[in-house]
């Protein structure tokens, strides 16, 4: 669909198609200016919000945060009016690939839409929010309804404001003030001074921006929980979340009388940067009565930049502070994997009424028998003849209950009739001759990579004092090319380590002197010397090696065979030795706000042991050992082997073993009857992400 709408200087815009529409307005795209959009009111604005864009539209803040071309906040940037000259929108900016802060701080949308975004990224992306937030106070400019959902960000980790219209804005003109305050607010971010409160007639300040401003940093560095989510330790039923911000019931302040407690798993307060925690009580505990001693903007901003300089990483590639001593992500994830729930308890049953069955007496009893059993029993009202009463009557059972045993007791006798059946037809079918297996080739494996969820088209803004950092690409740089500047190791919370390398054989290409023969004492000839040369190491690939070994073990000659063995073990040694070690470099402090970062890649640590060596006897049991590590949990590992004959190649064993999420998955087999010749083994594994990371190792069967 294409509107027609123009600007105050009656210049056409085409605005179409929709990429978004709210309750109060549907956001187009502009055609021919692929970095604007179109917001476009259901309802014609007032006289009051006209004004109120009107005055946005001159005077923007004029020091907006930007990274090239990001922008940092979504300003109304030219007014739109249908053709009567009546103003139903504004222009704006198009924040492109980002998404809604709710998928950066919930970890499990976090996983699946950015997987890589690891604990620098989301200090960063709380470091830009409070950059933005900082830069409309300084200009005057209160958001009044900030949430999870009026914020974009960026895979750099930028982060962009948008529905700017709602804000609260003062005009300022001679000796009169005008301020038109923001119309709505969401009760979880909203200030306990301010709980129940009608936000059109309410003057918000710059303090009650700051309670909401805590919250998403807190969410953002606490795995998405909420500051004021807790157990309730209280009689009755829960208070709801906004109750519990309106009486001040921050669970993490300890020796308090509050009936609640931190929720179950979750991060201790203790693993921020002590900073970070004191910030954090400022804002819940000492501002709950005292709002202007919340933390600002900019005493956020000072404080995660400090906390960033601070990081360690563990051997899992977790980011945590250094004055921890030990890695609170790995505890975490062990107790999750820990944990069993206890059973719900079982609801009580009701307990039917006694049954009084009346007994009768023979005509001959006597008068005491008769008085002692009717002194006994219960004094019952007398049953009319018509209506006899049941002897022991039950409380009847629900219909849905008898068909549910009846259906349970068929389908078992049925199982109990198949297996019967099955066990007969084995017993009595005439035995088989046993076949020798065959082997078939194994087919294409063709590893799909993780779909990444798609990121909606959004807009973005401008940070004067950020330069952004290059993501990351495909390629691996050499180790000599690397800088103090490069991008730290990948998060492995969402990201695990590099594998280990597997056993590629490299051949060796050391030149080697001729034999001149011994000399003898008399021999008192000058020695001619040997020109030096410098020879490049170049490793082969496992293709390349496998020829190799193919070649030397067809020439049947042991001594050669060994002195080529010999050769690619020494090369591998050397090329290993001069390999540097990577470290993680620290990540780079910037001395300004709002630096993006690149996104990067990971794989899984994939261990292919063969203990024997890569040469093994006809008769020898060849013992093959798989591990997979991963610290989102391994998904799937799958191995086989093939024996390579020319270009056939021929599966000679094989293994498909669901890990069901653990960390570090083993496979383990027995390869033995083997026939001489050269064989590869091969193997694939997945984490719970979708990455897979393939190794291969030859070895040869004499």
Known sequence: MIIVVYDAQQNQIRAGPEVGAGGEAIVYAVEGQPNLLAKIFTQPPNSTLYQKLAWMQANPPQDIPQTGNHTSIAWPLKLLYDKRGQCIGYMMAHIQNAVPLLDVFNPRRRARILPTFNQPYLYRTARNLATALNTLHMHGYVVGDLNESN??????????????????????????????????????????????????TTLRQPEHDCFGLGALIFQLLMQGSHPFRAQWLGQGDPLPIEERIRLGYFPYQPDTQHPVSPPRNALSLDILHPRLAHLMKECFVTGHNTPRLRPTPQVWELAIAGAEKDF???????????????????????????????????????????VYTPKSHPASATASATASATASAPVRAPVPRSAPQASNPQPNKPLYQSLWIWAIALLAVVLLLVSIGLWLMDTLREPE?????????????????????ALPATTELPSPTIAPLSPPTDTP?????????????????????????????????????????????????????????????????????????????????????????NLLRLQEVMV???????????????????????????????????????????????????????????????????????????????????????????????LKDLTPGFYLVNVIAQDTQGQTTRRESPFIVR
């Open 477 to 565: 740089q050499p180790r000599s090319a690397l800088t103090e500047e490069a991008k730290p190791t990948v998060d492995t919370a969402t990201q695990p380590p590099t594998g280990t390398p597997t056993n590629t054989r490299i051949p060796s290409s050391t030149p080697t002197r001729p034999s001149t023969g011994t000399p003898t004492p008399a021999d008192t000839r000058t020695p001619t010397p040997i020109s030096t040369h410098t020879v490049t190491a170049t490793p082969l690939s496992p293709t390349a090696a496998a020829k190799v070994f193919r070649h030397a073990s067809s020439l049947g000659n042991p001594r050669l065979l060994a002195a080529t063995q």
């Open 312 to 354: 360690l990483v563990c051997d899992q590639g977790h980011y945590h502070s250094n004055h921890l001593s030990d890695c609170p992500y790995c505890r975490l994830t062990l107790s999750k994997r820990r944990f069993v729930p206890p059973p719900p308890p079982l609801a009580p049953r009701p307990v039917p009424p006694p």
């Open 433 to 453: 001759v046993a076949l020798p297996p065959t082997r078939t080739p194994f087919p294409t494996f063709t590893p799909t990579p993780p779909a990444i969820g």
């Open 576 to 670: 290993a030795a001069i390999t540097p070690t990577p470290s993680p470099a620290p990540l780079p402090t910037a001395t300004i706000t709002a630096t993006p970062i690149p996104t990067p890649s990971a794989e899984l640590n994939v261990i292919l042991d063969l203990p024997g060596g890569d040469t093994y006897n006809q008769n020898a049991i060849i013992k093959l050992r798989i591990t997979v590590i991963d610290s989102d949990g391994v998904d799937n590992l799958y191995w086989w082997v093939m024996q390579t004959e020319g270009d056939n190649r021929v599966m000679v064993a094989n293994n498909n073993k669901p890990c069901q999420s653990v960390v570090e998955c083993v496979g383990a087999a027995e």
């Open 151 to 200: 914020i974009l960000v960026a895979p750099s980790a930028m982060v962009t404001l948008i529905d700017t219209d709602s804000f609260q804005v003062k005009i300022q003109k001679e000796d009169r003030s005008t301020v038109y305050p923001c119309p709505v607010g969401k009760p979880e971010y909203t200030p306990p001074e301010l709980q129940g409160r009608h936000f059109k």
